[in-house]
């Protein structure tokens, strides 16, 4: 879906374009528009020829500053140290990844903190494999009864089980690190905190996250109550939607949902309001909430350990409380068959078993490659059909026999 797709889409229906994208026609990255493509092209020629690799925004505008010949845009007026131009590069920027023009990964957000990541690994299946033992301590005193090897034995291993959804955490600040820090340890959370909306970067990261863990994701969102903070939710999801139609991922279960701070909760816990910053969105937001803004630190400072609880009740959503308990009752069930199965082929080769057990009966050296003891039934000579393999020319070589009629178990 892209710019031609939504215009013929709105003459189907007969409806605006507008009302068919999200975000704004400047910043949708469905809705690349023609203007927008020629400065995302501009750039992605720009990109190439001065071979920039990967850096942040920053860092490209003072390159392209400091240039002999600043290139020129596509008003036709060079690249200047000026807020306009600065502007242009971060759009152009922005919508050269969204059309393909430069790698996904061409660009660092040096703004935010890196996300704390505590997810669950991958799932993986239980196993039963067949196992013996190594007698690797065992010396060549040959005074001494040397132990020989288990009779093999089914062993299970266990699986990873993790609950059924990857809840993730992002914070619009970092003031609350302090509660969010012990949630993503207990929890197997990942929380990404940052300055302001977060930008696609993260958005394709946690898209990442989601292809290597293959389970759906749950994205709580923490922001202030003002305009900015109510929006930030609604760009992420749009950021994470495009990233996962570019991947193919059209069945992948992702949701953005944001928790706090609502209206709702401004009201029930009598937070106080603070006047907008933002004149120009502020008249809408008042006009439908009332007068001034809440910010997130009012929420923990007038009701401590209130942000937790509302954050542990909506991980709880997400989570299966009887997974690990149901895991750990089939795994001791998957033990005891285990051990039944080994029982049973003993018991069926129990007729080619020494009774009295295995020990070595030491014979004179005679040199590299022959043999520096065999095996017998205790009290007797070796019984037919053991085996010791020859000797290395290592002292410490390691005898693996099995006093067997039949040879080893398989």
Not at 168 to 184: R, S
Not at 276 to 291: I, L
Not at 350 to 364: C, M, V, W
Request: hydrophobic fraction near 35%; glycine fraction near 6%.
């Amino acid at each position: 879906m892209d710019y031609d797709d939504i215009k013929q889409l709105a003459l189907e229906l007969g409806r605006p374009a507008a009302t068919l994208y999200v975000l704004a026609a400047k910043n949708d990255p469905f809705y690349v528009t023609p203007a927008r493509r020629r400065d995302a092209e501009w750039f992605g020629k720009v990109w190439r020829r001065l071979r920039m690799g990967q850096a942040h925004y920053r860092r490209i505008h003072y390159r392209l500053i400091s240039l002999r010949k600043p290139p020129l845009m596509t008003d036709g007026r060079p690249y200047r140290n000026s807020t306009r131009c600065w502007n242009a590069l971060n759009r152009a920027c922005r919508d050269a990844v969204y059309l393909g023009l430069v790698p996904i990964d061409a660009y660092v957000d040096q703004r935010n903190a890196e996300p704390l990541i505590h997810q669950q690994r991958p799932p993986t299946a239980a196993r039963c494999d067949v196992y013996d033992s190594d007698p690797s301590g065992n010396s060549w005193d040959t005074d001494n009864v040397v132990k020989m090897p288990d009779l093999p034995r089914l062993l299970f291993g266990r699986p990873h089980i993790p609950q059924p959804y990857q809840v993730e955490i992002w914070v619009e600040k970092t003031t609350v690190n302090d509660v969010l820090e012990p949630l993503a340890r207990e929890f197997d959370l990942n929380v990404q905190t940052g300055v302001g909306e977060l930008s696609g970067i993260y958005c394709r990261a946690m898209i990442e996250r989601l292809h290597e863990h293959r389970r759906p994701t749950r994205v709580l969102y923490v922001s202030d109550f003002d305009p900015a903070g109510r929006g930030m939710p609604v760009s992420v999801a749009v950021k994470a939607q495009h990233e996962l139609f570019r991947r193919g991922l059209l069945d992948a279960n992702v949701q953005v949902r944001p928790v706090v701070l609502t209206y709702e909760q401004c009201v029930e816990y009598r937070l106080p309001r603070t006047p907008a910053k933002d004149a120009r969105r502020a008249a809408h937001f008042a006009a439908r909430f009332g007068e001034g803004v809440t910010e997130l630190d009012a929420l923990e400072a007038i009701h401590p350990g209130l942000l937790r609880r509302i954050l542990v009740a909506e991980i709880n959503r997400y989570r299966d409380p009887d997974l690990a308990k149901e895991a750990l009752t089939l795994e001791v069930e998957a033990h005891r068959e285990c051990r039944i199965i080994t029982e049973v082929v003993h018991i069926e080769h129990r007729p080619g078993i020494a009774p009295g057990g295995l020990r070595f009966i030491p014979l004179a050296s005679r040199g590299p490659g022959r043999c520096r003891g065999r095996a017998a039934p205790r009290g007797g000579s070796p019984a037919g059909g053991t085996r010791a393999p020859a000797a290395s020319n290592s002292a410490k070589t390691r005898f693996f026999v099995w006093n067997c009629a039949q040879g080893p178990l398989a």
